[in-house]
């Protein structure tokens, strides 16, 4: 059989695919898979347009109505003064109604709308928890991958070393007691390095239950990177920001605005209600005596209810919703002091993450230093294998502890700027900036 055109051409992309290199993923293409993919922001996607739809519902309260009626009554009548009559009584009716004066109804159309607002306000806020939460579970892959690429760079050092001990045991130079330290030391990070591939795995499932797909490779930090301090500077206008614009805050000062307006929804229930009311209406057969009569009446006028008396209800009404007001205002300033300690908190957690950055790019320098040090002071023999092992543990744990000092400190970023709702896709993508393909960023060094 002679492989048909068609064949020929999904041979030829089967096989450009295959050979097409695999592309690490970034942070922005995770967040565009999370957007699409994450339940949680799905569900506060899905009620907040559930909350819209309580607009279109209190306006409905303002406008007219308009019901049509019609109704069919068989009739058998027998007098005692005449023959028995059947007959089929017969009415169609149209009713208009009309508000022109209900205050209730106008503050519940006020109300529908700052529910909008507050819905609005939760849905940024899951918007912002979910850049949060994908940045923590991408950086904690990357944390992930160093803590195992860390312990196999030092696994192969000890190897290194555990071989130049054997030999230098052989030819009598060193005792057994090098040898063993440095396959003690070999053993214990083989049993780290699998509880670190495990770890590794975990990391991966948790980001790609939030992306909704597999995760592979991830972009890395940029080497030699140079973070920045927030802007503004100044702690005061990070706490006021928060105070003031903190998606949180915003939410519950609307509730608030909500709970004052119940209290004069529920005392308009003492006003007078004013109404249009209409009806056209046609009778046939009414009764007995108008067989085969038919009647049309038309009827537009205006309808006043005035309430006076309701058993105490209105007022019983009244005074819950003023102590759920009470209670909003206090909820309001709850949130405001949560924002406040949580700028605080973010801020003093960034300008701390980039003073310990800085002294663990020291202490890595040091590391190193001091590790050219112990290797040259033991190929002369003024120190011992177990001060070489020591010298290479501190330069990996340095460099792993560097890596996560990093990533803290870009996640404290972030969640400053959530405390003062200001967190979205610019901000992602900012950081984005800083990844580059794990081929050009190696985190571990052999020195």
Same mark, same amino acid.
Not at 288 to 294: H, I, K, P, S, T
Not at 430 to 441: D, I
């Given at each position: 059989?002679?492989?048909?055109?068609?064949?020929?051409?999904?041979?030829?992309?089967?096989?450009?695919?295959?050979?097409?290199?695999?592309?690490?993923?970034?942070?922005?293409?995770?967040?565009?898979?999370?957007?699409?993919?994450?339940?949680?922001?799905?569900?506060?996607?899905?009620?907040?347009?559930?909350?819209?739809?309580?607009?279109?519902?209190?306006?409905?309260?303002?406008? *007219?109505? %308009?019901?049509?009626?019609?109704?069919?009554?068989? #009739?058998?009548?027998?007098?005692?003064?005449?023959?028995?009559?059947?007959?089929?009584?017969?009415?169609?009716?149209?009713?208009?109604?009309?508000?022109?004066?209900?205050?209730?109804?106008?503050?519940?159309?006020?109300?529908?709308?700052?529910?909008?607002?507050?819905?609005?306000?939760?849905?940024?806020?899951?918007?912002?928890?979910?850049?949060?939460?994908?940045?923590?579970?991408?950086?904690?892959?990357?944390?992930?991958?160093?803590?195992?690429?860390?312990?196999?760079?030092?696994?192969?050092?000890?190897?290194?070393?555990?071989?130049?001990?054997?030999?230098?045991?052989?030819?009598?130079?060193?005792?057994?007691?090098?040898?063993?330290?440095?396959?003690?030391?070999?053993?214990?990070?083989?049993?780290?390095? !699998?509880?670190?591939? $495990?770890?590794?795995? %975990?990391?991966?499932?948790?980001?790609?239950?939030?992306?909704? &797909? *597999?995760?592979?490779?991830?972009?890395?930090?940029?080497?030699?990177?140079?973070?920045?301090?927030?802007? *503004?500077?100044?702690?005061?206008?990070?706490?006021?920001?928060?105070?003031?614009?903190?998606?949180?805050? &915003?939410?519950?000062?609307?509730?608030?605005? !909500?709970?004052?307006?119940?209290?004069?929804?529920?005392?308009?229930?003492?006003?007078?209600?004013?109404?249009?009311?209409?009806?056209?209406?046609? %009778? @046939?057969?009414?009764?007995?005596?108008?067989?085969?009569?038919?009647?049309?009446?038309?009827?537009?006028?205006? #309808?006043?209810?005035?309430?006076?008396?309701?058993?105490?209800?209105?007022?019983?009404?009244?005074? @819950?919703?003023?102590?759920?007001?009470?209670?909003? &205002?206090?909820?309001?300033?709850?949130?405001?002091?949560?924002?406040? #300690?949580?700028?605080?908190?973010?801020?003093?957690?960034?300008?701390?993450?980039?003073?310990?950055?800085?002294?663990?790019?020291?202490?890595?320098?040091?590391?190193?230093?001091?590790?050219?040090? $112990?290797?040259?002071?033991?190929?002369?023999?003024?120190? !011992?294998?177990?001060?070489?092992?020591?010298?290479?543990?501190?330069?990996?744990?340095?460099?792993?502890?560097?890596?996560?000092?990093?990533?803290?400190?870009?996640? $404290?970023?972030?969640?400053?700027?959530?405390?003062?709702?200001?967190?979205?896709?610019?901000?992602?993508?900012?950081?984005?900036?800083?990844?580059?393909? *794990?081929?050009?960023?190696?985190?571990?060094?052999?020195?």
């Amino acid at each position: 059989m002679r492989p048909t055109p068609t064949l020929k051409a999904l041979a030829a992309a089967l096989a450009l695919g295959a050979a097409a290199p695999s592309f690490a993923l970034d942070l922005m293409q995770a967040w565009r898979a999370a957007l699409a993919n994450d339940a949680q922001l799905a569900s506060a996607r899905s009620q907040l347009q559930a909350t819209r739809e309580r607009v279109p519902q209190a306006r409905a309260g303002l406008l *007219p109505s %308009v019901n049509a009626t019609a109704s069919l009554m068989p #009739q058998s009548v027998d007098p005692n003064v005449g023959p028995t009559r059947d007959f089929t009584a017969r009415t169609y009716a149209i009713q208009l109604s009309y508000p022109l004066f209900r205050l209730q109804n106008v503050e519940s159309f006020e109300q529908s709308k700052l529910q909008v607002s507050a819905g609005e306000a939760q849905y940024a806020q899951a918007t912002q928890d979910l850049a949060l939460r994908l940045s923590q579970a991408y950086f904690d892959v990357l944390a992930a991958q160093d803590n195992l690429d860390t312990l196999r760079a030092q696994m192969r050092a000890i190897s290194e070393q555990l071989a130049a001990a054997k030999r230098n045991f052989e030819v009598g130079t060193a005792t057994i007691t090098d040898q063993q330290e440095a396959q003690a030391r070999y053993d214990l990070a083989s049993a780290q390095e !699998i509880a670190a591939r $495990n770890d590794l795995e %975990v990391r991966r499932a948790a980001l790609a239950q939030l992306i909704g &797909q *597999p995760v592979g490779e991830l972009d890395v930090l940029r080497p030699g990177l140079v973070l920045e301090g927030p802007q *503004p500077a100044g702690e005061a206008e990070w706490v006021r920001n928060a105070r003031d614009n903190n998606l949180v805050v &915003q939410q519950q000062r609307v509730a608030s605005e !909500i709970a004052r307006r119940e209290i004069d929804r529920q005392r308009y229930g003492h006003y007078p209600t004013v109404d249009v009311v209409g009806s056209l209406q046609r %009778v @046939e057969n009414s009764s007995y005596a108008f067989v085969g009569v038919r009647t049309d009446s038309t009827m537009l006028g205006l #309808q006043l209810s005035i309430p006076i008396y309701a058993g105490g209800g209105i007022e019983a009404r009244v005074r @819950e919703a003023a102590a759920s007001h009470a209670r909003s &205002q206090s909820d309001l300033e709850n949130a405001r002091r949560q924002a406040e #300690q949580g700028a605080r908190q973010a801020y003093l957690g960034l300008n701390s993450g980039l003073a310990q950055v800085g002294a663990l790019e020291a202490a890595e320098r040091s590391s190193r230093l001091a590790l050219e040090s $112990n290797l040259l002071g033991y190929q002369v023999g003024v120190r !011992i294998n177990i001060d070489v092992l020591n010298a290479q543990q501190q330069l990996y744990s340095t460099q792993r502890d560097l890596a996560r000092a990093r990533y803290d400190a870009l996640l $404290n970023g972030l969640r400053l700027k959530s405390t003062a709702g200001g967190l979205g896709e610019d901000d992602v993508a900012q950081v984005n900036t800083l990844l580059v393909p *794990p081929a050009s960023g190696r985190r571990v060094e052999k020195p």
